[in-house]
T-cell receptor, first 114, second 114 residues
Framework: NAGVTQTPKFQVLKTGQSMTLQCAQD?????MSWYRQDPGMGLRLIHY???????DQGEVPNGYNVSRSTTEDFPLRLLSAAPSQTSVYFC?????????????FGAGTRLSVL | AQSVTQPDIHITVSEGASLELRCNYS??????LFWYVQSPGQGLQLLLK??????LVQGIKGFEAEFKRSQSSFNLRKPSVHWSDAAEYFC????????????FGQGTRLTINP
């Protein structure tokens, strides 16, 4: 089972460049989310989606866009990268409909913005 | 403010010694509680969870955690650590009535001395 797959694993960008971090899951999960991990701050929620066509903002959404056209995919877009977006990004997925649903995480994308 | 706090940023223990990682939460109602582990360069793996019932819960890899409502705590323990337990550990909560969003503590990095 592939689970949650994130690509790329590593990326270096220059300030102002754009890019899309990919996230795909093969568990038919309705709920998908993006987190960023920074030292001393744990993981913070960027955006989440409860199904195709439905997205909402998390704790730190500024500078990031998302869309959800299929159940399987939930890409995260950086339209104009900034050094403050240097971080490790994790995608997660779960069934939706109750707080007991366990979220499964991808291996992460390490992004550096110069 | 609602939050999850892990007071210890970094803990070092000797192999074979016991371990306790602290986690406190500040919410009006008791949330659902989780511990995740992140090995170097890896994604997050669920160690254990508490929803209700017995306040001592068992997880994978020999870990256990105890929920104490009076102290708003959910501390993680292991009787005897192994070198392979070196990792970062995250406490997280989900509000029972909410949008299924995970809120993480800052993380505790565990180093094992041989």
């Amino acid at each position: 089972n592939a689970g949650v797959t994130q690509t790329p694993k590593f990326q270096v960008l220059k300030t102002g460049q754009s890019m899309t971090l990919q996230c795909a899951q093969d568990m038919n999960h309705e709920y998908m989310s993006w987190y960023r991990q920074d030292p001393g701050m744990g993981l913070r929620l960027i955006h989440y989606s409860v199904g195709a066509g439905i997205t909402d903002q998390g704790e730190v959404p500024n500078g990031y866009n998302v869309s959800r056209s299929t159940t399987e995919d939930f890409p995260l877009r950086l339209l104009s990268a900034a050094p403050s977006q240097t971080s490790v990004y994790f995608c997660a997925s779960s069934y939706y409909g109750g707080a007991k649903n366990i979220q499964y995480f991808g291996a992460g994308t390490r992004l550096s913005v110069l | 403010a609602q939050s999850v706090t892990q007071p210890d940023i970094h803990i070092t223990v000797s192999e074979g010694a016991s371990l306790e990682l602290r986690c406190n939460y500040s919410y009006g109602a008791t949330p659902y509680l989780f511990w995740y582990v992140q090995s170097p360069g890896q994604g997050l793996q669920l160690l254990l969870k508490y929803f209700s019932g017995d306040t001592l819960v068992q997880g994978i890899k020999g870990f256990e955690a105890e929920f104490k409502r009076s102290q708003s705590s959910f501390n993680l323990r292991k009787p005897s650590v192994h070198w392979s337990d070196a990792a970062e550990y995250f406490c997280a909560v989900v509000l029972i009535q909410g949008a299924q969003k995970l809120v993480f503590g800052q993380g505790t990095r565990l180093t094992i001395n041989p």
